[in-house]
Every structure is written in C-alpha cells, then in structure tokens.
C-alpha cells in the first residue's frame, strides 16, 4: 500500500461567519492540518484568516466551492437559511455528499425544517450548536451538542475533532442537538441573572465584593457563570466576550418553545426581562454581566468602574467599556 500522503489529501473546509467564535473555529481547523477557506461580511477577520495561510472568499458560494465540510457560525435559524437558500446560497453549490455543520443556536423546529430541504438536494446537514466560548473555539475545545444522520457525522468527523474536545452525538436526526442547546442556554442565562442579582446586591449590603466572591466560589451557592462572569464585574470590565444580545435572543426563542409547549419557564422569563432591560439601556452589545449594572441602577449602588451606577436608566449615556 503506498504511504504517499496525496493517497489521503485532507478535507477542505469552509468557514461561513468569521466572528470570535468562527474565526477560532477556522484556526483549529488549519492548526490540524486541513485546508480552509473562509467568508465573512467584515474584512479583517479574513485579511487574518488570509495571513494564517488560510483562504478568503469574496462570497459565501466562492467559500464552498470544493469543500467537503461547510461550518456555519451565523447567529440564528433565519441567517442560516439566507446562508443555504439566500440569493448568494450555497446550498446548490456545496459539492453533492458534502455535509454543512450548522452551529447557530436556534428553536429545533427551524433546525429539522433547514435539514429536510438541504437533505433533500442530496447534501448533509449536522445539526451541531456549540458551547465554550472564543477561547476554547481557538483551542479546540469545545463542546459540540450533535444531532443528525450517521452520513452526515461520518463527513464532518475530521472537523469536529479538530474544533472540539466533547462531541457529543446525540440522536439521528436534526432538532435534537437544537433542543440540547436550548436547555443550556435556558440554565446558562438564568445564572447569569443569578450571579448579577447576587453581587449587585451584596454591593447593596456594602460587603468587600472581592471577599464576596472568594466566599461564595468556595461554597454550595456558587455556580459555573458567577465563577466565570463576577470577575468581569469585579474588574469593571463589560467587554463583550458573551453579548446580552444573545441572551435576548435565546431566552426569547426558549420562551417561543416554552409557549408552543404550553410549558411554564417563569425563571427564563424573568431573566429575560433583565436582559431586555440592559439592552433597552445601550448595553445590547456588552458583556452578558451588564446585568449587574442594570440590579445596581434599580437600587442605587454602585459597582466598581460604575461612577454613576445610580441614575435614572433613560439619562443613561452610552456604556462605559
């Protein structure tokens, strides 16, 4: 048998959305040694992607052309129909047997619906939301929460070990991986509330803030966000590594799920209600531990790197970053 590695040339991916998520994506997918074009609206990212030796479209169709793999990194169910089925789609131009991994976090329904047009053009669709954040895209560590038909994970298996450390499969068919994000992004934003409410308040108490966390991260109260988000808070700092836009969308997509259900979520409609009023204040685009700031200006304390935490939130100004 020849040992000739043209034998086994590697899998050509196509990166569609080259944001903190999808440009890390793209890094550990050449860092494992496959070839990678990449689009984007914006120009940096692909004048970064071209200096790392990867491949810059100009379209989303010219990104595809090749490819076995296409990952979408788009941020919700409606931009990933204009990305398969727009006017620039490239759900006619993927090669046929190619698999597109579908990585924006949208309602399950929107996800078996895209699956059954693009399967029906004779191409995969891998149902994959993702969780870690842009660190861990860069790393390859992310989880992958997967769904769809043995094909279509035997097509992106060369992409999901080189962007993550935990795939997860976790049914047949598309939706199911949808649903699983779902309930993340359900506990996920809800902790986030949890985590702002409680330091905002202690602030309120006049406790050390940063004694606060050292006791509450070594007992049974902590959890996974108030670890990760209170340094942001602690710091002053709200740049956005995860957009209370996000949680906007995603806590409103749970309750569309939660309505068509006739299921009660009365905690992910409360925390909703406080990521609706940060985005109301001009914090839509900072960090999701702006919420914090939204508790302190309701109860007139002030957070560190919060000079004017306490006035009125329609005199507000722009958010400090």
Request: hydrophobic share 45%.
């Amino acid at each position: 048998m020849s040992s000739d590695p043209n034998d086994n040339p590697p899998a050509t991916v196509a990166v569609i959305g080259l944001g903190s998520m999808g440009f890390g994506m793209a890094q550990s997918l050449m860092r494992a040694g496959l070839a990678v074009a990449g689009y984007d609206l914006a120009p940096s990212p692909l004048e970064r992607l071209s200096a790392l030796g990867g491949r810059a479209a100009a379209t989303p169709r010219e990104t595809v052309a090749g490819a076995d793999i296409v990952v979408s990194v788009v941020v919700n169910a409606a931009q990933t129909e204009t990305v398969l089925f727009g006017e620039d789609g490239v759900a006619d131009t993927m090669p046929e047997g190619a698999v597109f991994i579908s990585s924006a976090t949208m309602d399950p329904a929107a996800a078996r619906k895209l699956a059954r047009r693009l399967e029906a053009s004779g191409r995969h669709y891998l149902d994959a939301p993702i969780s870690g954040g842009a660190a861990k895209a860069a790393s390859g560590g992310l989880t992958v929460m997967a769904s769809g038909t043995r094909r279509a994970f035997a097509k992106a298996r060369p992409a999901l070990d080189a962007m993550a450390a935990k795939v997860y499969e976790l049914g047949d068919a598309a939706g199911i991986g949808a649903a699983f994000k779902m309930i993340n992004q359900l506990l996920a934003g809800v902790h986030i509330a949890a985590a702002s409410e409680a330091i905002a308040f202690a602030a309120k108490q006049g406790l050390d803030l940063d004694k606060v966390y050292e006791v509450i991260t070594a007992s049974a109260g902590n959890s996974w966000m108030f670890e990760n988000r209170v340094p942001h808070i602690l710091a002053g700092d709200y740049r956005p590594l995860s957009a209370v836009e996000i949680f906007v969308k995603d806590l409103g997509i749970i309750q569309d799920m939660a309505r068509t259900e006739r299921y009660p979520v009365p905690l992910a409609a409360a925390a909703l209600q406080m990521y609706l009023a940060a985005a109301g204040a001009g914090m839509g685009r900072d960090d999701d531990s702006s919420l914090a700031r939204i508790y302190a200006q309701l109860s007139g304390t002030t957070l560190p790197g919060e000079n004017e935490t306490a006035v009125p939130m329609q005199e507000a100004g722009p958010p400090k970053t």
